[in-house]
């Protein structure tokens, strides 16, 4: 298995630099089940972060980006159940990607709530302004 760094991941999604593109596009194609990529869940905030504030990816294109990465069989995620749980919220909610999962992480690590300033994640359920 090998990690994954956000910026491959940004640059097989976005295109913006044709020679690094490439190397991602390459290298993704490279991976299957028998040895897969690794993303954390860093890697998975930080690429929704950076398509959003830096590229202005849309909030349905981030969904099919999540949904695509999820569905990868050459990909392991570390924690997919957060990931899948915090997608779903992000979906149907204002709270921004980020605080979904940090929210569900730590709700299947067995926190009661999650506490915050940004009262659109406070919002969330198991989320509680403070």
Request: charged share 25%; net charge negative; hydrophobic share 40%.
């Amino acid at each position: 298995m090998t990690g994954i760094d956000t910026n491959i991941l940004v640059r097989f999604f976005t295109q913006d630099d044709p020679d690094q593109g490439y190397r991602a596009d390459r290298f993704l194609q490279l991976l299957g089940p028998e040895s897969p990529g690794f993303l954390s869940l860093v890697s998975i905030a930080e690429l929704v972060w950076v398509l959003r504030s830096r590229y202005g990816v849309s909030k349905a294109q981030l969904i099919q980006y999540l949904e695509m990465l999820l569905r990868s069989s050459e990909l392991v995620l570390e924690s997919p159940d957060a990931v899948r749980q915090a997608l779903l919220r992000f979906s149907f909610g204002k709270a921004d990607f980020a605080d979904c999962l940090i929210e569900r992480s730590g709700s299947l690590a067995g926190c009661t709530e999650t506490v915050t300033f940004d009262e659109d994640a406070s919002k969330l359920s198991g989320m509680r302004l403070l």
